[in-house]
């Protein structure tokens, strides 16, 4: 299946906690159907000192989401779109797309 959400995508929460929360994706997990996306669904780790000197506490830091819970931000209006697939050129130039459904426009990543 061909990936909606790639890394480096802008993307919105459309449910949940984190609802209407914008970040950048800094990994996706397709087998697991998840992605970690900067700045959403922070989470609290209690964080033990493992070197001499090292400090321990709680750390802050992003979890992973599931891709239905996203949507990705169109780079022409700014606004949440669908993702739809489109083949461009012809003969060895023939490549799949993606494109955003609300513009048309093709989503470069």
Partial sequence: MAARIRKGDTVVVITGANKGAR???????????????????MVT?????TRMGEQSGRVSQEAL????????????????????????????????VRVAKATGEVIEA
């Fill in 65 to 96: 989401i599931h891709l239905s819970n996203l949507m990705l931000v169109d780079p022409k209006s700014e606004k949440p779109t669908k993702v739809g697939f489109r083949f461009v050129g012809d003969g060895e130039q023939r490549r799949k």
């Fill in 45 to 49: 780790r209690h964080v033990k000192a």
């Fill in 23 to 41: 970040g950048e994706v800094l990994r996706v997990f397709p087998t697991a159907d998840r992605a970690l996306v900067q700045g959403v669904n």
